[in-house]
């Protein structure tokens, strides 16, 4: 499965990043804010997008607006895939996908549409991408990944 590549014995050799390594930042930004204009669409349909560690959902939540009044909103969220919280052993609060909210992969051609990327860039771009994330996981090192 997809997600099985992202726990990680090992580090992350530097040929396993090859298509990273061969993209500037500004178009590794590029193709992560076409990614994230996807999911937002995703997200406003009532959709989750799984993305190999985690997916984004949107999630019921409670804003605090007055004392004592709470008002019901949704928030979208990333929720990491248990597998990969147990075997890095990550703490974190227990949140679950809405029942009935249907999972969706990204449509990379989609997204591609969108971009002057051909799909297969942007689709390892963003499996590179994520096995850094996994890879930083595992060395526990500081990760910090900004969506708008």
Known sequence: AEMQKYLLYNSVEPEELSTLRELSTTEICKIWSAMSRHIYKQLLQKKAVEIGVGSFAVVPAQANVAEGKVLPVERPMFILNKPLKMFYSLESEETKIPEGTPVVQPDFEAIA????????????????????????????????????
């Open 113 to 148: 549409a969108n971009t002057h990327f051909r799909h297969e860039i942007l689709e390892q771009c963003v499996q590179e991408t994520l096995l850094s994330f996994a890879g930083a996981l595992r060395d526990n090192k500081e990760v910090e990944f900004t969506f708008r």
